[in-house]
């Protein structure tokens, strides 16, 4: 079991450095920083005093080395705009980031989960037509389609909630609003297959047939053994999350790191750029070990297949 484990984390902190080190050289290959950074006017003079100063004279491989090394100590290099911690400048922002996050994920599984299960033990009925139409035109709805028609509503025309900001409860209702619904679509279709797969399994109709009530069968029965493929969406859902950051908060000028990137890539902050990359990775990496972990909790077979196959 702590073999199992161990494995996982170690394939994560791999892929983790195999994307940063991709980005690293991606953002920089071909690219004169101290033009980027500056304008088209700036003198060749300054351009190359630019590159001095933040070490973009020295190879790839030599910048490379400087940044890994820090960055395993906790230095990230220094904002270009402002020439403070690029770390600093992110974290500021993550909390913003995570707030907005768990609220939407919340309100992911709290109507996605129920809606899917709702729809396939009344499958066929006008319950399930109903639930699967509404989850359609979620899943095929932009985000910020409807963000924009959530602010329309319930700030512009009902004037209930504040359309833009983050300095109270009121101001993160519909910016998690459209963070939960349109994640909650996909949920509830993924929900309610993997139900009606476990549904149709041989032991749940011998459960039915021993007299067992059917909120029993489902609960007992169907319920643990359908987890495993929720989790697995859930867990990509988190991943997701990160994505949506980027629209959601642009829409409702919430100040996080969807906006924080939005400005790093207009400022041209390449420091900060980095920054966001890993702290992006991380997240989605992370959903994905936490899936696999739950894998193994929730399926001890799992475990053992993993220890076996390395």
Same mark, same amino acid.
């Given at each position: 079991?702590?073999?199992?484990?161990?494995?996982?984390?170690?394939?994560?902190?791999?892929?983790?450095?195999?994307?940063?080190?991709?980005?690293?050289?991606?953002?920089?290959?071909?690219?004169?920083?101290?033009?980027?950074?500056?304008?088209?006017?700036?003198?060749?003079?300054?351009?190359?005093?630019?590159?001095?100063?933040?070490?973009?004279?020295?190879?790839?491989?030599?910048?490379?080395?400087?940044?890994?090394?820090?960055?395993?100590?906790?230095?990230?290099?220094?904002?270009?705009?402002?020439?403070?911690?690029?770390?600093?400048?992110?974290?500021?922002?993550?909390?913003?980031?995570?707030?907005?996050?768990?609220?939407?994920?919340?309100?992911?599984?709290?109507?996605?989960?129920?809606?899917?299960?709702?729809?396939?033990?009344?499958?066929?009925?006008?319950?399930?037509?109903?639930?699967?139409?509404?989850?359609?035109?979620?899943?095929?709805?932009?985000?910020?389609?409807?963000?924009?028609?959530?602010?329309?509503?319930?700030?512009?025309?009902?004037?209930?909630?504040?359309?833009?900001?983050?300095?109270?409860?009121?101001?993160?209702?519909?910016?998690?609003?459209?963070?939960?619904?349109?994640?909650?679509?996909?949920?509830?279709?993924?929900?309610?297959?993997?139900?009606?797969?476990?549904?149709?399994?041989?032991?749940?109709?011998?459960?039915?047939?021993?007299?067992? &009530?059917?909120?029993?069968?489902? /609960?007992?029965? +169907? !319920?643990? #053994?359908?987890?495993?493929? *929720? =989790?697995?969406? $859930?867990?990509?859902?988190?991943?997701?999350?990160?994505?949506?950051?980027?629209?959601?908060?642009?829409?409702?000028?919430? &100040?996080?790191?969807?906006?924080? /990137?939005?400005? +790093? !890539?207009? #400022?041209?902050?390449?420091? *900060? =750029?980095?920054? $966001?990359?890993?702290?992006?990775?991380?997240?989605?990496?992370?959903?994905?070990?936490?899936?696999?972990?739950?894998?193994?909790?929730?399926?001890?077979?799992?475990?053992?297949?993993?220890?076996? #196959?390395?």
């Amino acid at each position: 079991m702590t073999g199992y484990f161990l494995r996982r984390t170690l394939r994560a902190v791999i892929t983790l450095w195999v994307a940063v080190t991709f980005f690293f050289f991606l953002l920089r290959v071909d690219v004169n920083i101290g033009l980027l950074a500056l304008n088209m006017n700036a003198s060749q003079e300054a351009i190359d005093s630019f590159n001095t100063r933040w070490g973009f004279d020295k190879s790839l491989l030599d910048q490379y080395w400087l940044w890994i090394t820090g960055a395993l100590q906790g230095d990230f290099g220094y904002s270009f705009r402002d020439a403070r911690p690029a770390a600093d400048w992110v974290a500021e922002r993550l909390p913003k980031t995570l707030e907005l996050s768990l609220a939407g994920f919340a309100l992911m599984i709290v109507i996605g989960v129920p809606a899917g299960l709702a729809a396939a033990i009344r499958n066929g009925t006008a319950t399930d037509r109903t639930i699967m139409s509404l989850a359609a035109a979620g899943y095929s709805l932009p985000s910020f389609v409807l963000g924009l028609a959530l602010m329309y509503t319930f700030a512009v025309y009902l004037q209930l909630l504040p359309s833009t900001g983050s300095t109270s409860f009121a101001h993160l209702i519909l910016p998690a609003a459209t963070y939960g619904l349109t994640g909650s679509a996909g949920i509830a279709r993924f929900t309610r297959a993997a139900m009606l797969e476990v549904l149709g399994k041989p032991y749940i109709a011998a459960a039915r047939a021993s007299g067992a &009530p059917p909120a029993a069968v489902v /609960l007992r029965h +169907a !319920v643990p #053994n359908a987890a495993i493929p *929720v =989790v697995t969406m $859930l867990g990509f859902s988190v991943g997701q999350l990160v994505g949506h950051a980027v629209i959601v908060e642009t829409v409702f000028a919430w &100040p996080g790191l969807g906006q924080a /990137l939005i400005s +790093a !890539v207009a #400022n041209r902050d390449l420091a *900060v =750029v980095q920054v $966001l990359v890993v702290v992006f990775a991380t997240f989605m990496i992370g959903a994905n070990l936490l899936v696999d972990i739950l894998y193994g909790v929730l399926d001890p077979r799992i475990r053992t297949a993993g220890g076996a #196959n390395g």
